[in-house]
Every structure is written in structure tokens, then in C-alpha cells.
């Protein structure tokens, strides 16, 4: 019986397995078919791996990143951008 993984371990396993979905074609298409930005994605996808390894810093980048782009996209500006 295979010993049981670490919680660490068992994020770290999803977000991979995460990554390997958004990188898939068929996901990819049936995303933009919602409109969904498959690299904006998985910028946000590593911007919550990051918070939850504790690497706030990146975590600030990447989500930040992530949220303005698509405040962008939808015309509602982004960083910096007056109300």
C-alpha cells in the first residue's frame, strides 16, 4: 500500500495535472469557446500555486498580472486605471 502523500505534495500534483488540462487542445478550444484565455489561465493558475507555497511575492505578480489583463479584456482597465 502506497504510503499517503503530504498535503504540499498532493497541491503540487493537481496544479500539474491543472496545467496539463489548460495546455490540452480540446480544453483549450471548448475554454475560448467561453471566451477564456487559456494563457491567462494558467498565469493565474501559478500565481495561486505560488500564494499557496507561500511565495506571496510571486503571488502579487502573477495574480496581479492575471486580474489586470482581464480587467483589460473587459474594458475596465487595469492597474492604474482611473475609475
Do not use: C, H, W
Request: cysteine-free; charged content about 30%.
Amino acid at each position: 500500500m502506497a504510503e499517503p502523500k503530504n498535503a504540499s505534495a498532493e497541491i503540487e500534483a493537481l496544479f500539474d495535472e491543472l496545467d496539463q488540462l489548460l495546455k490540452n487542445s480540446d480544453v483549450g478550444a471548448e475554454l475560448a469557446e467561453k471566451g477564456v484565455n487559456v494563457s491567462l489561465a494558467l498565469v493565474a493558475a501559478e500565481g495561486l500555486r505560488a500564494y499557496l507555497q507561500g511565495d506571496k511575492a510571486r503571488a502579487v505578480e502573477e495574480l496581479g498580472t492575471a486580474a489586470d489583463e482581464i480587467a483589460s479584456r473587459l474594458g475596465l482597465g487595469g492597474k492604474g486605471a482611473s475609475s
